[in-house]
């Protein structure tokens, strides 16, 4: 399901040489660059604490960066008129629900902001996913508030939805419902999707780009596919795999040194091009622990 868009599209998001400091820590983002299109399905790799919240949060406009700059639809992501802000969904790591609400009150509450509240789809994954609707919303446990907060971001069919570890209290069955609600989602809408996550097989599931972000930049985003067929490692001196790699157009990665002057690369090759029969192919979990 990794889609391809032609450039010339308006990104839905779009950051440009994006910084950003916090006190205690230092920096976190580093001029990042970053554009989401139309109908991607993008799943943001990285290390724990590597800043992925943090560079969501500057995406929605929730923080605003030391330099660069953050557009969504268009617009300046720090001051979006109403009719931008109706159409972005958004599940913060830690649920944001009004604990003493039952479900059935917070879904009326938040209809109430949104022109395009489909009642319809509420009502199915509400049933689906077997939610009470008046139960007081502390009394639910973390794996059903993660859902209402999902079902609340769904609801008004947003065409941008960030998710920060959405998954991360559902179980593997929950995970699967999930992640198949989000592609249907964007087959019918074209809705861009965005989340954050550390669970490999999640990605698997579904062919998504996948952006690794790693020292405060987005090291390489592409379709996993893609990634899977075009990268591999391959080992041998500095000179000759130098000269191997100008001869098939190769792009270097990650570099690891090895000793007496060899060295372990992870290099992605032109579409199409033979692989070597000694060059080592990678997983999903190769790419992550390198290019994070």
Same mark, same amino acid.
């Given at each position: 399901?990794?889609?391809?868009?032609?450039?010339?599209?308006?990104?839905?998001?779009?950051?440009?040489?994006?910084?950003?400091?916090?006190?205690?820590?230092?920096?976190?983002?580093?001029?990042?660059?970053?554009?989401?299109?139309?109908?991607?399905?993008?799943?943001?790799?990285?290390?724990?604490?590597?800043?992925?919240?943090?560079?969501?949060?500057?995406?929605?406009?929730?923080?605003?960066?030391?330099?660069?700059?953050?557009?969504?639809?268009?617009?300046?992501?720090?001051?979006?008129?109403?009719?931008? #802000?109706?159409?972005?969904?958004?599940?913060?790591?830690?649920? /944001?629900?009004?604990?003493?609400?039952?479900?059935?009150?917070?879904?009326?509450?938040?209809?109430?902001?949104?022109?395009?509240?489909?009642?319809?789809?509420?009502?199915?994954?509400?049933?689906?996913?077997?939610?009470?609707?008046?139960?007081?919303? #502390?009394?639910?446990?973390?794996?059903?508030?993660? #859902?209402?907060?999902?079902?609340?971001?769904?609801?008004?069919?947003?065409?941008?939805?960030?998710?920060?570890?959405?998954?991360?209290?559902?179980?593997?069955?929950?995970?699967? /419902?999930?992640?198949?609600?989000?592609?249907?989602?964007?087959?019918?809408?074209?809705?861009?999707?965005?989340?954050?996550?550390?669970?490999?097989?999640?990605?698997?599931?579904?062919?998504?780009?996948?952006?690794?972000?790693?020292?405060?930049?987005?090291?390489?985003?592409?379709?996993?596919?893609?990634?899977?067929?075009?990268?591999?490692?391959?080992?041998?001196?500095?000179?000759?795999?130098?000269?191997?790699?100008?001869?098939?157009?190769?792009?270097?990665?990650?570099?690891?040194?090895?000793?007496?002057?060899?060295?372990?690369?992870?290099?992605?090759?032109?579409?199409?091009?033979?692989?070597?029969?000694?060059?080592?192919?990678?997983?999903?979990?190769?790419?992550?622990?390198?290019?994070?």
């Amino acid at each position: 399901m990794s889609t391809h868009f032609p450039h010339t599209e308006t990104p839905s998001a779009e950051l440009a040489g994006v910084s950003l400091s916090y006190a205690k820590h230092g920096p976190v983002l580093k001029s990042l660059d970053w554009q989401l299109l139309p109908g991607q399905v993008v799943g943001l790799l990285g290390r724990n604490g590597s800043g992925k919240t943090t560079l969501l949060e500057t995406l929605l406009g929730l923080r605003e960066p030391d330099a660069g700059t953050v557009r969504v639809f268009g617009q300046d992501a720090g001051r979006l008129d109403d009719a931008a #802000r109706a159409r972005i969904g958004y599940v913060p790591q830690q649920s /944001d629900l009004f604990e003493g609400f039952t479900p059935a009150q917070l879904l009326a509450y938040f209809k109430s902001f949104y022109p395009r509240w489909n009642e319809a789809k509420v009502e199915g994954l509400m049933s689906r996913w077997d939610i009470a609707r008046d139960k007081p919303i #502390r009394k639910l446990s973390g794996g059903q508030q993660q #859902r209402l907060s999902i079902i609340r971001a769904l609801a008004h069919e947003p065409d941008l939805l960030v998710l920060d570890e959405p998954v991360a209290s559902l179980d593997p069955v929950g995970r699967r /419902d999930f992640l198949r609600e989000l592609v249907e989602q964007v087959l019918d809408r074209g809705t861009t999707v965005v989340f954050s996550t550390h669970i490999l097989s999640d990605l698997e599931r579904v062919a998504f780009n996948l952006a690794f972000l790693s020292e405060g930049r987005i090291a390489l985003q592409a379709p996993l596919d893609e990634l899977l067929e075009q990268v591999r490692a391959f080992t041998g001196t500095v000179t000759e795999l130098a000269s191997l790699f100008s001869r098939l157009g190769a792009q270097p990665l990650k570099r690891t040194p090895l000793e007496a002057g060899r060295e372990r690369v992870l290099a992605r090759l032109p579409a199409g091009v033979a692989v070597p029969l000694d060059a080592q192919a990678v997983n999903l979990e190769d790419l992550f622990a390198e290019l994070t």
